[in-house]
Structures are given as structure tokens and as C-alpha cells.
């Protein structure tokens, strides 16, 4: 029994702080990789569209070409935006992200979601990018424009589905619901 509480107490101390204080929650994204996206005009949208559904239930349903309405919060991995291109990862709702969590663990990055089963990550997800004439997304990062943890309502179309863990959103309007 002796043993037992000893290793008890050894394995509290390995993963403990020492008697520490907890570090300072620093939300540290990092920085951008080069310039923003230069946004089309009328993409931030000043309402709400309407019929807005959280991620995975578009996700569960979405089809090719269909125009959907999507809610979720930006976030997912390290960086939610991709370095050089108006691409950008938004979760569901229903998730809550580690910052929101009743643990003191000082997370760095509270919008990666570490927190939650990988199942349940690629049920919630959905990438978004804003695409330029050529059909490409545009070059420069979403970072600037929009952060994690915002919550957006995303108008668009839905892009190939190669498989249904996949959820591409070609984005026509974006309205920033809550910063």
C-alpha cells in the first residue's frame, strides 16, 4: 500500500509544476506568414445570412456545388490559416476549445483543440478559402483579417468531397458573429 501511495505521490510530482505557479496563459499564434489576403469587396458581410448550421451538421449532409450557410469558430491545429493563401479552418460550435476548459495548463494554442478526440475534430471541421478568378484562393493569409476563436457565419458553395471527412466551403460572404 506504501508503494502504491509512494508512486502515487512520484507520478503528481513528475507532472506537476514543483509547487510553481501555473504560467501565464499566452495565447501565442504564430506570426504571419506574409502579407494578408487583399479581400474582395462585400466578402465581409455586415449581417448574418440566414439559416446558418453548425459545422458538422453541414459537414453530415453537404453535397457538391450545393450553397450552404455554415457556423462555426476559427480555429484547428497550431494555425488555423494557411501560410500564403486565403485559406482558413473553422470547427463546430458544440467543441469547446482548451481555453474554455476548467483546466489551468497555461495552453498556448487553446484553438487546436487538443483537447478533443480526433474523431471528433475531423466530424467538426471545415476548411474555408476565398477564391480568386483563376478559380485559385487568393494569395496572402486570412491571419489579420479574422483570428482564432472568432465565431463566423460562412456563405458559400461547397466544394469536391472526395471523401465525406473532407468539407471544402468556397466562401462567397463572411460575417463575424463574435470576436
Request: hydrophobic share 45%.
Amino acid at each position: 500500500m506504501k508503494t502504491k501511495i509512494l508512486l502515487l505521490g512520484l507520478a503528481i510530482a513528475a507532472c506537476g509544476d514543483g509547487g510553481r505557479p501555473a504560467a501565464p496563459k499566452v495565447h501565442a499564434l504564430p506570426p504571419a506568414a506574409g502579407p494578408a489576403a487583399a479581400l474582395p469587396a462585400g466578402l465581409v458581410l455586415a449581417a448574418a445570412p440566414e439559416g446558418a448550421k453548425p459545422v458538422a451538421d453541414v459537414k453530415l449532409s453537404a453535397k457538391e456545388g450545393e450553397d450552404v450557410v455554415l457556423r462555426g469558430r476559427i480555429g484547428m491545429g497550431q494555425n488555423p490559416f494557411v501560410s500564403g493563401a486565403a485559406v482558413m479552418t473553422i470547427v463546430d460550435p458544440k467543441l469547446v476549445p482548451c481555453s474554455e476548459m476548467s483546466m489551468d495548463d497555461g495552453c498556448l494554442t487553446p484553438w487546436d483543440y487538443c483537447c478533443t478526440a480526433k474523431e471528433e475534430q475531423t466530424a467538426c471541421t471545415a476548411t474555408v478559402q476565398i477564391l480568386g478568378a483563376d478559380g485559385k484562393p487568393l494569395a496572402g493569409t486570412l491571419q489579420g483579417p479574422f483570428q482564432p476563436l472568432w465565431t463566423v457565419v460562412v456563405k458559400g458553395k461547397v466544394a469536391g468531397r472526395p471523401s465525406p471527412a473532407i468539407l471544402v466551403v468556397n466562401a462567397e460572404g463572411i460575417y463575424v458573429e463574435k470576436r
